[in-house]
């Protein structure tokens, strides 16, 4: 994925003049290459690669507005300028002790699809803040919050972002991810049983650099870093097993393109 990110983005210097245009249409549709290094799971200390596309549409009377590189897959049904809602919705990866040995005897948990909306607001020309809350449908069971900042500058074709960020997990959230049952502690050897508790998981913060070639092409390099807090550091699979800093490195290639009439 890595490969196709750089080529791709090396091709676009090649492109023809008429590339250039603003596409045409009555929507225009955004496709995106991701490609990230991130914790294997949360709390790991342990590191994977990951490369998945991403979809997101808008109007073509919608100027398009800055997105962080870090927001989660979403859909503005109210944009009014300064203030936008709509659904929004995550996927976490499965956690599985057969793919982690320091993980032997603690419950696994499965993949995650979480539901939800987000609010975001431009209080200033440059500041943006954007609150998300979702509910998982399956996986951790769980219901979690994103709370982030965003300040936004642009120098010609670069766009630059940095903001800190807090998540928080509801009981369910952080009992799948962080606790451990009495008899998982005794088959691992290692971990301690710990009853965990719902609050704010972790506090960080993001920091992105956009490239636009022309309207069409896009290149984002971004990096988070969350610190784990509250009962998700204090949890064996942290302190013991893991760690409580958890960073993320990505980058995103962004292909946009005009669409008639849906």
Known sequence: MTRFLTTAALATLLVSPALAQEPAGDWIVT???NAK???????AKSYGVMGFPSLSFRRATTPQRFTAPDDNISFALYDGGWLKAGPSARFMGARRAKDHRELTGIHDVNWTLELGGFVELWPMEKIRGRLDLRQAVNGHNGFVADLGLDYVETA???????????????????RSWFGVTPA???????????NASSGVSSVGGTVGATYTFN?????TAYARYDHLTGSAARSPVVRILGSESQATF???LAYSFGVKGF
Do not use: C, H
């Open 156 to 174: 010609g074709a670069w766009t630059f972002s940095i903001g800190p960020r807090v998540s928080y997990g509801d009981q369910r959230f952080m």
């Open 215 to 219: 309207p069409q092409w896009q290149l």
């Open 31 to 33: 496709l995106r290459g």
């Open 250 to 252: 990505g980058l995103k």
């Open 37 to 43: 290094v991130q914790p294997s799971y949360p709390g």
């Open 184 to 194: 998982e502690a005794l088959a691992n050897g290692r971990a301690t049983a710990f």
